[in-house]
T-cell receptor, first 114, second 114 residues
Framework: NAGVTQTPKFQVLKTGQSMTLQCAQDMNHNSMYWYRQDPGMGLRLIYYSASEGTTDKGEVPNGYNVSRLNKREFSLRLESAAPSQTSVYFC?????????????FGPGTRLTVL | AQSVAQPEDQVNVAEGNPLTVKCTYSVSGNPYLFWYVQYPNRGLQFLLKYITGDNLVKGSYGFEAEFNKSQTSFHLKKPSALVSDSALYFCAVRDTGSARQLTFGSGTQLTVLP
């Protein structure tokens, strides 16, 4: 099993450009998440999908959109990138979106917006 | 609202010595607590979690954590540190009142000196 995979690993954008970050999991998990990691701030939740067909905002959703394409895939889109979106982005999944469930993380995408 | 504090940005310990990485939390209901480790340029890896029951939780790679309700703490410990334990450690919490969101601390960089 590959677990959680993310593409691309690195990306450089100019301000105003758009891009989509891809995430896939092969653990048959129902729930998926997108986080951003900034120095000294831990991880902050952008959006999550408790189950296929549903998405909800997290702590920092502004400037992002998501699509739960199917049970395996959950993409994150930046419509008009800004320098403040320079960050490392992590996708995660869990069996269900329950209080006790463990989340499993992908390797991350390092995004720089110039 | 739930929150997590990791009061030490950096912890240094000599190889073979015991290590402690501190975490305190604040929740409105019952806490569900997690520890993750992040190696350079990698995603987060799950170490252990406290849900209920025994206050001492054992996890991967010889790590354990002690839940202390009166002090609202969940410190990570290991009896004998290895150089390979050097990494960034994150504490995270959910409570019974949260909308599935996992709140992370800011992280503690552990360096084990040979």
């Amino acid at each position: 099993n590959a677990g959680v995979t993310q593409t691309p690993k690195f990306q450089v954008l100019k301000t105003g450009q758009s891009m989509t970050l891809q995430c896939a999991q092969d653990m048959n998990h129902n729930s998926m998440y997108w986080y951003r990691q900034d120095p000294g701030m831990g991880l902050r939740l952008i959006y999550y999908s408790a189950s296929e067909g549903t998405t909800d905002k997290g702590e920092v959703p502004n400037g992002y959109n998501v699509s739960r394409l199917n049970k395996r895939e959950f993409s994150l889109r930046l419509e008009s990138a800004a320098p403040s979106q320079t960050s490392v982005y992590f996708c995660a999944s869990s069996a269900i979106a329950g209080h006790t469930d463990t989340q499993y993380f992908g390797p991350g995408t390092r995004l720089t917006v110039l | 609202a739930q929150s997590v504090a990791q009061p030490e940005d950096q912890v240094n310990v000599a190889e073979g010595n015991p290590l402690t990485v501190k975490c305190t939390y604040s929740v409105s209901g019952n806490p569900y607590l997690f520890w993750y480790v992040q190696y350079p340029n990698r995603g987060l890896q799950f170490l252990l979690k406290y849900i209920t029951g025994d206050n001492l939780v054992k996890g991967s790679y010889g790590f354990e954590a002690e839940f202390n309700k009166s002090q609202t703490s969940f410190h990570l410990k290991k009896p004998s540190a290895l150089v390979s334990d050097s990494a960034l450690y994150f504490c995270a919490v959910r409570d019974t009142g949260s909308a599935r969101q996992l709140t992370f601390g800011s992280g503690t960089q552990l360096t084990v000196l040979p």
